[in-house]
């Protein structure tokens, strides 16, 4: 039986946040498994390793590895982040906010965006993330905890962190047992089914294992030397090269700022910024669009693995899905498999019924964070600069085709499996980039806008005073930390 099989031993590639995060939470969930941590060069491409933001699952996550939020504020290896202000994203122009939560408020069970777009058909309405908490903190730069008062506009809206990457790593490391070594990968040794024996580093030393994980980034040298395939996305996410700098942190702001340019686009917050742009403008080009000073370029090939899980090596982070940072999904992608894979562990046989499950999901996850991100390039309206020029005529993939025919008729968007943002934030992009349905759903005529429509500006009057009864931000860091 399987079960007379338990995997013994677990040798992690990789020694970034992604390699840590895995180390840590075999420990924490499975603490009879010896764990061997290997340090390799760091890759420049894994930005799951080395960028700050996160979507709000960072908190789950956190919860699951019993690390405190308070901790990482106190420490300074934290702040909060509501979401992002887009700048240039849309046909017109018009900035926009993408924050994490819910937007307005249900009449007698049809769904606020319903009558939004009704309102918005009349010149009703005012633009949709005016009726979002976090929004409006946002916009403000100010952050409070959502309040536990259901009643409350403070209640109904999430956040994510902002990480220092060396500290959080450091934190993630902190008495965190088994074997950390340090070397260059050279390659595999292989069992007679397939699977992988030992790893090789390049002084000779050998290390062997039940299971491995690659975690090193998105040249994935270790699931690479076991096959090869890769899932290439550059029809749909046109970025493959980006400029990153990092700064001494200045005020922290609850936000991150991205903004269109003719070659790509810039992202900015307090300690680090980054010009995001398509290797056909050339390096020497983008550096001089970009007033950072010292930066590091990058190269990225924007695809996925289409099998993680193969035999008894699962890559994980930006080894199995690599995109660029625009909504930073990178960390979550990582965070999310980890979880994946602790529930799906499996015996040393490594079966069928735990890898393609674990496959499958995997790919519902990356799929649907490819369209989330692809709907910014191809449905963008823009058309101003070289780089955007004929991103509008590309084909986009059948499942965002779906949900952009769906969303288009009337404003549904249809359900699928393993999403990473939810209904809110999907209308927060599509309305912020001008996308409109032809029409509303039937059921909205229940409501009459002569009772909706005031009620809404209510709402957004409510949500619009809340900034100033509030502090400052670094006032309620401090306080935090006091």
């Given at each position: ?18 390699g840590?995060s ?22 420049p ?13 960072v ?19 934290a ?68 309040r ?59 290390i ?26 550059d ?63 990058i ?7 289409p ?84 991103l ?37 992009v ?53």
């Amino acid at each position: 039986m399987s079960a007379s099989r338990p995997i013994r031993s677990v040798a992690i590639l990789g020694g970034g946040i992604v390699g840590s995060s895995a180390a840590r939470a075999i420990a924490r969930y499975l603490p009879q498994i010896a764990v061997t941590l290997i340090d390799t060069p760091a890759d420049p491409a894994a930005l799951a390793d080395r960028l700050p933001g996160t979507l709000p699952s960072v908190n789950a996550f956190h919860a699951w590895l019993g690390i405190d939020e308070a901790e990482l504020l106190r420490a300074g290896i934290a702040t909060h982040r509501l979401g992002t202000r887009f700048a240039g994203w849309s046909a017109d122009g018009t900035d926009w906010v993408h924050a994490y939560g819910d937007h307005g408020l249900p009449a007698a069970g049809v769904a606020f965006h319903q009558l939004w777009i009704r309102a918005q058909s009349g010149r009703a309405a005012l633009p949709f993330d005016h009726y979002c908490a976090a929004a409006a903190l946002l916009r403000a730069g100010k952050f409070v905890h959502p309040r536990a008062d259901p009643g409350s506009p403070l209640a109904n809206y999430d956040y994510a962190l902002r990480l220092d990457p060396g500290a959080y790593n450091a934190l993630l490391r902190r008495d965190l047992p088994g074997t950390i070594v340090s070397g260059e990968y050279s390659g595999i040794e292989r069992r007679a089914d397939g699977g992988v024996s030992a790893l090789i580093l390049a002084d000779g030393r050998r290390i062997a294992a039940d299971l491995f994980l690659d975690c090193a980034g998105p040249s994935a040298p270790l699931l690479s030397d076991v096959a090869s395939q890769f899932e290439d996305w550059d029809a749909w996410l046109p970025c493959d090269r980006l400029l990153l700098a990092q700064f001494a942190a200045g005020n922290p702001i609850p936000s991150d700022d991205v903004a269109t340019i003719d070659i790509g686009w810039r992202w900015r917050d307090h300690a680090f910024a980054a010009l995001v742009y398509a290797s056909a403008t050339g390096e020497d080009a983008a550096r001089a669009r970009f007033d950072q000073g010292r930066a590091d370029a990058i190269a990225l090939q924007p695809g996925r693995r289409p099998r993680p899980w193969l035999h008894n090596v699962v890559a994980i982070g930006d080894a199995a899905v690599a995109v660029d940072p625009l909504e930073s999904t990178n960390l979550h992608l990582a965070q999310s498999a980890i979880r994946r894979l602790i529930e799906l562990w499996p015996s040393r046989d490594c079966l069928e019924v735990e890898l393609g499950e674990y496959n499958k999901r995997s790919e519902e996850q990356a799929v649907r964070v490819r369209d989330f991100l692809a709907l910014h390039y191809l449905r963008s309206g823009r058309n101003r600069g070289g780089f955007w020029q004929g991103l509008d005529k590309r084909a986009v993939p059948e499942s965002l085709a779906r949900t952009l025919d769906q969303f288009e008729a009337r404003g549904r968007l249809p359900f699928f499996e393993e999403e990473t943002f939810d209904r809110d934030s999907w209308l927060a992009v599509l309305f912020g980039l001008g996308i409109r349905p032809r029409a509303w759903q039937p059921t909205t005529e229940r409501i009459d806008p002569a009772r909706s429509d005031p009620a809404m500006a209510g709402y957004a009057e409510r949500l619009a005073a809340l900034p100033a009864q509030l502090p400052p931000y670094r006032d309620y860091l401090a306080r935090i930390a006091r």
